[in-house]
């Protein structure tokens, strides 16, 4: 009797929130676990192994991280028409299989003897194409996985366990990293990535219905097309990109080097980003139902606090003030990157949806490899606290020029995502929230 009520009854997690009666979602939910947790491995077992390698110089660390990056100007827009064409998931196996076999190499030649530095900004280099390849086709595949009306919390509940899987994965790293090497991190990244392929393989999405294939640069025109008659879209995909490259530099390449010298060490770094991880998880909790009347005014001043981290930095603020402004700023950038995806997903028609997110990734990270380039030798020449100063004024500048175009200003949310349903609050001049994330939070 019990077991036919059971069987009849949903699960409350279901009840709650919709999305996890998908099949398909629940499986890419658990790929979502896993990829970051192993990736958390290699963000901190990287930047150690350069280091003890290197004893501390900052400009190898800047040139073996720009590797990391450098390969997406070139194969991040075949991966959107690749992602557009073909079903994403497997564009996303590839990816996985090219960083697990990149970032294991690098952990057995770390773990065999003293690699140099030419074969650490190689394999990079295959890790960052993988990237590349990833992120379009990660775009794309959620929205053949769930329909419109469930997105954001879709969006919201995977960001929610990508970043708490990053967040655990950051906090083990660093103990990990400082009690047996990075090298050991560097292997388990390896293995975690292959994980994810039978995960995957199991996912039923098909590649998208399109009426004809034109040739590569047709295809990468009518995505830029998209991007271009969108004042909201390029403008804050240039907004981000001095922004991230002031970041990279000032967080990634010298945050390491600020713990190693004044912090405690891989440790310190660990629990670094994995305080920016749980406020990421936060963030990801409120995005379920929160939604900014202005959503791009709030994309543009969420971009502006990431000042935040480096001036920590800079400031040699004590870990428990770096830790709660990395957490804090955390939940801001969450809520910013849901708004974002569901705008995209809204806005951009699906068979273009994987096109447009590589120029937006293109944006985003066609700078980075110079801020990780010039971090190092700025930080050698005038000193890491200047250098440091320097990426959080560039951050904010970029995000000030971001606010004049008066679409960013004034676009309301009903604009960029539909008019939402009616509720008692919203009749009050409150943001409404859809019906079926009311009572998925409830």
């Not at 945050?255 to 405690?264: D, F, I, K, N, S």
Request: proline residues 6%; contains cysteine.
């Amino acid at each position: 009797m019990v077991a036919r009520a059971l069987r009849r009854r949903p699960m409350l997690g279901t009840r709650r929130l919709p999305v996890l009666q998908i099949r398909d979602f629940r499986i890419l939910l658990m790929d979502r676990v896993l990829a970051p947790a192993s990736v958390a491995f290699s963000m901190v077992g990287v930047s150690f192994a350069v280091l003890d390698r290197t004893h501390g110089s900052t400009a190898e660390l800047s040139y073996v991280l720009a590797a990391q990056i450098a390969p997406s100007l070139i194969f991040v827009l075949v991966g959107g028409v690749v992602a557009d064409r073909i079903a994403p998931q497997r564009v996303i196996i590839a990816a996985n299989v090219l960083m697990a076999v990149s970032e294991g190499t690098f952990g057995v030649l770390v773990l065999v003897g003293h690699p140099q530095l030419w074969q650490m900004i190689a394999l990079e280099c295959v890790t960052g194409t993988g990237a590349a390849l990833f992120y379009p086709a990660s775009t794309a595949l959620l929205p053949r996985v769930v329909p419109g009306d469930l997105l954001q919390e879709a969006s919201a509940v995977s960001r929610l366990a990508m970043n708490g899987a990053l967040m655990g994965g950051s906090v083990v790293a660093g103990f990990v990293v400082a009690a047996i090497g990075p090298g050991w991190a560097l292997l388990t990244c390896g293995a975690g990535l292959l994980g994810t392929v039978p995960l995957l393989l199991a996912l039923r999405v098909t590649a998208g219905e399109r009426a004809s294939r034109p040739g590569l640069y047709r295809e990468l025109a009518e995505g830029w097309s998209e991007v271009r008659s969108r004042t909201w879209l390029w403008v804050v995909i240039a907004q981000f990109t001095v922004v991230l490259m002031a970041w990279y530099g000032g967080f990634s390449v010298l945050g390491p080097v600020v713990a190693r010298a004044h912090l405690g060490g891989p440790a310190a770094w660990g629990t670094i980003t994995g305080a920016e991880s749980l406020g990421l998880i936060v963030g990801g909790l409120l995005a379920l139902r929160f939604r900014p009347r202005r959503p791009m005014l709030f994309i543009v001043l969420s971009g502006g606090s990431i000042a935040a981290t480096p001036l920590a930095l800079g400031m040699l603020w004590p870990l428990p003030l770096i830790c709660a402004a990395a957490f804090i700023l955390g939940v801001g950038i969450e809520i910013m990157m849901v708004q974002w995806t569901v705008a995209l997903a809204k806005n951009i028609p699906q068979d273009k949806l994987a096109r447009v997110s590589s120029y937006d990734l293109l944006g985003s990270v066609m700078a980075m490899p110079i801020g990780a380039l010039v971090a190092g030798p700025i930080a050698a020449w005038v000193g890491v606290p200047k250098a440091e100063y320097g990426a959080a004024a560039l951050i904010l500048i970029a995000s000030a020029l971001a606010l004049l175009p008066r679409d960013i200003r004034t676009l309301r949310a009903e604009h960029l995502f539909g008019p939402a349903r009616a509720t008692g609050e919203a009749a009050a001049g409150e943001p409404a929230v859809p019906e079926e994330l009311s009572a998925g939070a409830m």
